[in-house]
């Protein structure tokens, strides 16, 4: 069983849409991340939610929202797509509150603005 | 300020050598936890090992140790015998807390493995 699912693993879209990725985790876990890690290999932190509270909210544009259902479940929508959000966004989750757990990714998913 | 240092952008090692990946951290809290993440040219985000603040020993999984120099700040990987598929990204990454969700990761560094 996939521990944190992502869909699509590839998006390739024009300039100006909106589109959504949607993560789905079976671990059990409470907090669940989203990161953009972008050409360079960089992985930034964009949001975490724990329990369906946001608690993390990076410096990212507001064209980005993060939306949980439950906690098995962090979707990121994008509105009004730019050439600069190609990049691949990861999902991970883990356990809350302690130090001494790693997170779990998702596969990935590969945005491509054209 | 970078709480998490990898100053090795691109490393090279002849297959069934053992390599070493730097790391260093900034922390005041007492409390943390190191981990090291390999991202292979397919994507994915794979988890290696982990060392807690207060172990006194040095974490070891398989051909992967992990060199934790408390005072120094710093948290080396080092991978034995070189295989062909640890070409790979390698990522340093910190967890403060119990308070803090955050992990932060360093910059990565790129190792190739030579036949």
């Known amino acids: 069983d996939t521990a944190v699912s992502q869909t699509p693993k590839y998006l390739v879209t024009q300039m100006g849409n909106d589109k959504s990725i949607k993560c789905e985790q079976n671990?059990?876990?409470?907090?669940m991340y989203w990161y953009k890690q972008d050409s360079k290999k960089f992985l930034k932190i964009m949001f975490s939610y724990n329990n369906k509270e946001l608690i993390i909210n990076e410096t990212v544009p507001n064209r980005f929202s993060p939306k949980s259902p439950d906690k098995a479940h962090l979707n990121l929508h994008i509105n009004s797509l730019e050439l600069g959000d190609s990049a691949v966004y990861f999902c991970a989750s883990s356990p809350p509150r302690s130090p001494y757990n790693e997170q779990f990714f998702g596969p990935g998913t590969r945005l491509t603005v054209l | 300020a970078q709480k998490i240092t990898q100053t090795q952008p691109g490393m090279f090692v002849q297959e069934k050598e053992a390599v070493t990946l730097d790391c260093t951290y900034d922390t005041s809290d007492p409390s943390y936890g190191l981990f090291w993440y390999k991202q292979p040219s397919s994507g994915e985000m794979i988890f290696l090992i982990y060392?807690?603040?207060?172990?006194?020993q040095n974490a070891t999984e398989g051909r992967y140790s992990l060199n934790f120099q408390k005072a120094r700040k710093s948290a080396n990987l080092v991978i034995s015998a070189s295989q062909l598929g640890d070409s790979a990204m390698y990522f340093c990454?910190?967890?403060?807390?119990?308070?803090?969700?955050?992990?932060?990761f360093g910059t990565g560094t790129r190792l190739k493995v030579l036949a």
């Open positions: 671990l059990g876990h409470d907090t």
């Open positions: 060392q807690g603040s207060y172990d006194q």
């Open positions: 990454a910190m967890r403060e807390g119990p308070g803090t969700y955050k992990y932060i």
